[in-house]
């Protein structure tokens, strides 16, 4: 007896991702944490530029401590505990009291971190700015005496909380993540992993002492140019300053400087990496051993910023704007860029710089 043939089943969607938590953050619910604390919006509320957080520009109906807008930041759940946040918020505030430009949270009903229908929020001043003109070079030494001073104050007291900048967290707990949770396509995963692996070892083997305590103090931990808002002449507060101190860390000096150098030319990097130094050493003096770090430590923030992108995945802005992320292409280029680094860690160019 024959039988009817067995139609196909019919594909079955995928299931809908997770919801994000930041789905929730409504300017509703924006508001309501504002005057959870007291705090009143006279209706205007601008998104701003963040992935890691949230933040919003709320101009207010009553000035407080002299300010009609402030900023609230909406940290990313589940990323810092409370005793981390604080601890940078005492940062940030401690070098505020040594006159070092940075913009801390404000102090509202006796404390700097509020919380609101699950969200932990801070609330800081306005205070604008443009990216530093990093071609000049006196924008850099003024860059770097600012940097130094920032460090003179980070030298004085250690971190309990917040993480420390190393190879084991950075690097290799990065690379066993991605490779456990299967982020990587299976047609590249094998060549990334090897690729990832010889670069840990390589700056295990150029730089084993880049976790050593002794070249270890506070930092801003994220010191590229975007950070850093250069407020023009003639303003009040003329110069650079932090208006966050979100990855703030443990780890050498030198990583505060060498995301100021622009990529390319190395020529072009020595000439403005001497002009930031010139203006560092006005104010601190600077191991150049740890010049000898930049490369293992460009490796190491490769590897995270992977690790980066891929936690927060379930984030729908960072499909959004990252759309390239994922794709055996881009983990290809990544394996060349790692395989580049190793080349790079091994070339003695900015051991031998003379400042």
């Given at each position: 007896?024959?039988?009817?043939?067995?139609?196909?089943?019919a594909p079955q969607p995928a299931p809908p991702p997770p919801h994000h938590p930041f789905e929730r953050l409504t300017p509703a619910l924006v508001m309501d944490a504002l005057s959870h604390i007291g705090l009143w919006a006279d209706g205007r509320?601008?998104?701003?530029?963040?992935?890691?957080?949230?933040?919003?520009?709320?101009?207010?109906?009553?000035?407080?401590?002299?300010?009609?807008?402030?900023?609230?930041?909406?940290?990313?759940?589940?990323?810092?505990?409370?005793?981390?946040?604080?601890?940078?918020?005492?940062?940030?505030?401690?070098?505020?009291?040594?006159?070092?430009?940075?913009?801390?949270?404000?102090?509202?009903?006796?404390?700097?971190?509020?919380?609101?229908?699950?969200?932990?929020?801070?609330?800081?001043?306005?205070?604008?700015?443009?990216?530093?003109?990093?071609?000049?070079?006196?924008?850099?030494?003024?860059?770097?005496?600012?940097?130094?001073?920032?460090?003179?104050?980070?030298?004085?007291?250690?971190?309990?909380?917040?993480?420390?900048?190393?190879?084991?967290?950075?690097?290799?707990?990065?690379?066993?993540?991605?490779?456990?949770?299967?982020?990587?396509?299976?047609?590249?995963?094998?060549?990334?992993?090897?690729?990832?692996?010889?670069?840990?070892?390589?700056?295990?083997?150029?730089?084993?002492?880049?976790?050593?305590?002794?070249?270890?103090?506070?930092?801003?931990?994220?010191?590229?140019?975007?950070?850093?808002?250069?407020?023009?002449?003639?303003?009040?507060?003329?110069?650079?300053?932090?208006?966050?101190?979100?990855?703030?860390?443990?780890?050498?000096?030198?990583?505060?400087?060498?995301?100021?150098?622009?990529?390319?030319?190395?020529?072009?990097?020595?000439?403005?990496?001497?002009?930031?130094?010139?203006?560092?050493?006005?104010?601190?003096?600077?191991?150049?051993?740890?010049?000898?770090?930049?490369?293992?430590?460009?490796?190491?923030?490769?590897?995270?910023?992977?690790?980066?992108?891929?936690?927060?995945?379930n984030d729908p802005a960072f499909p959004a704007n990252f759309p390239w992320f994922g794709s055996s292409a881009y983990w290809l280029d990544q394996i060349q860029v790692l395989q580049e680094q190793v080349n790079a860690m091994q070339e003695p160019v900015w051991g031998q710089?003379?400042?």
């Open positions: 007896m024959s039988h009817p043939p067995i139609a196909p089943l509320l601008t998104p701003l530029n963040s992935f890691e957080n949230r933040v919003y520009l709320a101009h207010l109906d009553e000035p407080i401590e002299g300010h009609t807008a402030v900023v609230l930041k909406f940290y990313r759940p589940e990323r810092w505990t409370d005793a981390q946040i604080e601890e940078e918020h005492r940062f940030s505030l401690e070098l505020a009291a040594d006159e070092v430009p940075v913009v801390p949270p404000l102090m509202l009903q006796n404390r700097s971190l509020h919380h609101h229908e699950g969200f932990r929020f801070s609330v800081s001043p306005r205070r604008g700015g443009r990216r530093p003109e990093l071609d000049d070079p006196d924008v850099l030494e003024w860059t770097g005496r600012f940097i130094a001073r920032l460090h003179n104050v980070g030298a004085r007291s250690a971190f309990v909380h917040r993480p420390t900048l190393s190879m084991a967290q950075h690097g290799q707990a990065t690379v066993d993540w991605l490779l456990g949770h299967e982020v990587l396509p299976l047609d590249v995963q094998s060549r990334w992993s090897d690729a990832a692996r010889l670069a840990l070892a390589t700056v295990a083997e150029v730089a084993p002492e880049l976790d050593a305590p002794t070249h270890q103090l506070r930092l801003h931990g994220d010191c590229h140019p975007g950070n850093v808002l250069w407020t023009p002449s003639g303003n009040v507060g003329e110069g650079p300053h932090f208006v966050d101190l979100d990855d703030a860390l443990t780890g050498p000096a030198v990583q505060d400087l060498w995301m100021l150098l622009p990529g390319g030319d190395r020529q072009d990097q020595l000439y403005k990496l001497s002009a930031l130094l010139d203006g560092y050493t006005q104010v601190r003096s600077f191991n150049q051993q740890q010049l000898r770090w930049i490369e293992p430590l460009r490796t190491l923030r490769l590897i995270h910023y992977s690790g980066w992108l891929a936690r927060r995945w710089f003379q400042g």
